[in-house]
């Protein structure tokens, strides 16, 4: 509750985070009214009398809409948490594995579900998570079971290419040796996408959101105090080994779920915490929590807009969000090179 109050005074006194709230609100209003099908503007007035158009904004745009605003929250804080934790600005949901071995279990769960005779079921948003959320939490626990042991964040990011190789080397061999459909059926899904999640999803993928973002909400005091120094925070009374702990829960249950309904979506989890914090030019933790949340709704709705208009057919959301996120990545190198050592 606490925090909450603190965030709010922060975002009220703050007019730059009302005009982005009014940016977002704007563009996923365009996410409702532009697609691949044109109909004119008075067409929505009259949404009620026009079938055709009702369906579409129903049962395509606005799941479309909410996939993309949960997934702009879900990866952008959990790169923001990975970030602060490890104290590293290149630590992100893709950069250190966490997002290929939520993908090595989904890959576990269509490959080898479809072989003991589970097809039917292999796309039940609940089983999709489970094996989503094993393959982050693993990694997490990799990642920081190793990180004890290096000093170099250098090191550490090449840990976490290493988990990542690995687990693309094992979604490899499970590739090989699956059916044609089980092949067809991940590779589809590895391209990523706004579209086609059912209501019960869109439900699984709220509350597990929700579950990431109260565990984020309820440690940003803790996590402030961490900053100082972990002797610091120790003194402040902060239990340092249940902060890790929830703050690892919240990092890949959000980049999980994400992963496992919208597909490996690349570079949002590491671009957006850098974009808010080079446009706000502060350290204050609510302030960047509000603005990742924010940012990453805008981008995510906006690509996926870019993704559905594109000429010629709707492309993969993976291949709009590395070319544009891509070189924000090379920006950040660059811009902190003489701290990523």
């Known amino acids: 509750m606490i925090s909450l109050l603190t965030m709010t005074n922060w ?3 703050d007019k730059r985070f009302f005009l982005l709230l009014l940016l977002m609100l704007i563009v996923l209003g365009l996410s ?7 109909y004119a503007l008075m067409d929505y007035f009259n949404l009620s009398e026009n079938e055709s158009l009702k369906k579409i904004v129903f049962q395509h745009r606005l799941p479309r809409t909410i996939t993309a605003l949960l997934t702009g929250i879900a990866l952008p804080l959990s790169g923001w948490v990975l970030q602060e934790f490890f104290r590293n600005p290149l630590a992100g949901p893709s950069i250190l594995g966490v997002t290929s071995s939520a993908g090595l279990g989904v890959a576990i769960v269509i490959v080898l579900g479809s072989s003991l005779g589970f097809g039917s079921f292999i796309f039940e948003p609940g089983l999709l998570i489970i094996g989503a959320l094993a393959g982050a939490l693993l990694a997490m626990l990799l990642l920081i079971s190793i990180a004890k042991q290096l000093s170099s964040t ?7 290419f290493m988990i990542a190789t690995i687990a693309g080397a094992f979604i490899e061999i499970l590739q090989y040796f699956s059916s044609a459909k089980e092949l067809k059926s991940y590779v589809l899904w590895g391209f990523g996408s706004l579209t086609g999640l059912s209501i019960k999803h869109l439900i699984y993928y709220a509350a597990f959101v929700l579950v990431g ?56 989890g590491l671009a957006v915490p850098h974009i808010c914090r080079m446009y706000l030019k502060t350290s204050n933790f609510y302030q960047l929590f509000a603005y990742n949340m924010v940012v990453g709704v805008i981008l995510m709705t906006g690509f996926g807009l870019l993704a559905e208009l594109f000429p010629g057919g709707a492309l993969p959301i993976n291949v709009i969000t590395a070319l544009f996120g891509a070189p924000i990545v090379l920006s950040i190198v660059f811009l902190n090179k003489n701290q990523i050592s």
């Not at 250098?154 to 976490?160: E, L, Q, S, T």
């Not at 249950?253 to 992963?259: R, Y």
Request: charged share 5%.
């Open 213 to 268: 973002v109260f565990f984020i909400v309820k440690n940003i005091p803790s996590l402030i105090r961490m900053q100082l120094g972990e002797l610091y925070a120790q003194t402040m009374g902060v239990n340092l080994r249940s902060l890790r702990i929830q703050l690892i829960i919240a990092s890949s249950i959000l980049a999980g779920v994400a992963t496992a309904l919208v597909g490996p979506i690349a570079f949002i």
């Open 154 to 160: 250098n090191a550490m990011i090449i840990v976490g």
């Open 32 to 38: 409702l009214v532009l697609g691949s099908s044109s």
């Open 11 to 13: 975002l009220v006194q």
